[in-house]
């Protein structure tokens, strides 16, 4: 069945780090992918997306490409912030599916 | 747009007993999922209802467990007979059908204990 493996957490960084969060996905097909993020208390919210191969989402600084020859979708940013301090899920879903297929998560905790 | 909303936020209660739990999805969606986090993990889909039909339920759903979305808008999720196993964050989420994927929203869950 599908699945998604992230980079197992906690990630520490400190202000202004670069970032860096893999993800490799198992599909079949053509699958949807996404990046979504957990505040502390808060929901799951939409980070970003995308939709086929070679696709570039991107939100607040995050960026992720799909990568259908390396079944990858890595997450990224230049500069991280404290605020940015959450758990990270990368995900999965099909076009007309029903459900999403989600990572373990990832913890980032940035220090000032 | 107020966003997906649930209710209760926490929820501690006794094994053995049965608790319910409402999720009010956003107003113009009409496929409502339900999801459970356990803590160190991702969301695990339970079950999905298109309109007021549940038209998937995971096997992580077992009999104990029922859903239903009566007039196609806000959502129940009934545990009966509650057990240790069963503590967990309860997430829903909704979405408007598109012909490609849908954009999941998610409300901020209910925590459940069960003692």
């Known amino acids: 069945g599908d699945s998604v493996t992230q980079m197992e957490g906690p990630v520490t960084l400190s202000e202004e780090a670069f970032l860096t969060i893999n993800c490799t996905y198992t599909a079949t097909g053509y699958p949807s992918l996404f990046w979504y993020v957990q505040y502390p208390g808060e929901g799951l919210q939409l980070l970003l997306k995308a939709t086929k191969a070679d696709d570039k989402g991107s939100n607040k600084g995050f960026e992720a490409t799909y990568r259908k020859e390396t079944t990858s979708f890595h997450l990224e940013k230049g500069s991280v912030q404290v605020s940015d301090s959450a758990v990270y899920f990368c995900?999965?879903?099909?076009?007309?599916?029903?459900?999403?297929?989600f990572g373990a998560g990832t913890r980032l905790f940035v220090k000032a | 747009d107020t966003g997906v909303s649930q209710d209760p936020r926490h929820k501690i209660t006794k094994r053995g007993q049965n608790v319910t739990f409402r999720c009010d999805p956003i107003s113009e969606h009409n496929r409502l999922y339900w999801y459970r986090q356990t803590l160190g993990q991702g969301p695990e889909f339970l079950t999905y209802f298109q309109n007021e039909a549940q038209l998937e339920k995971s096997r992580l759903l077992s009999d104990r467990f029922s859903a239903e979305r009566p007039k196609g808008s806000f959502s129940t999720l009934e545990i009966q007979r509650t057990e240790q196993g069963d503590s967990a964050m309860y997430l829903c989420a909704s979405s408007f059908e598109t012909s490609g994927t849908d954009t999941q929203y998610f409300g901020p869950g209910t925590r459940l204990t069960v003692l």
């Open positions: 995900a999965l879903s099909h076009t007309g599916g029903f459900k999403t297929i």
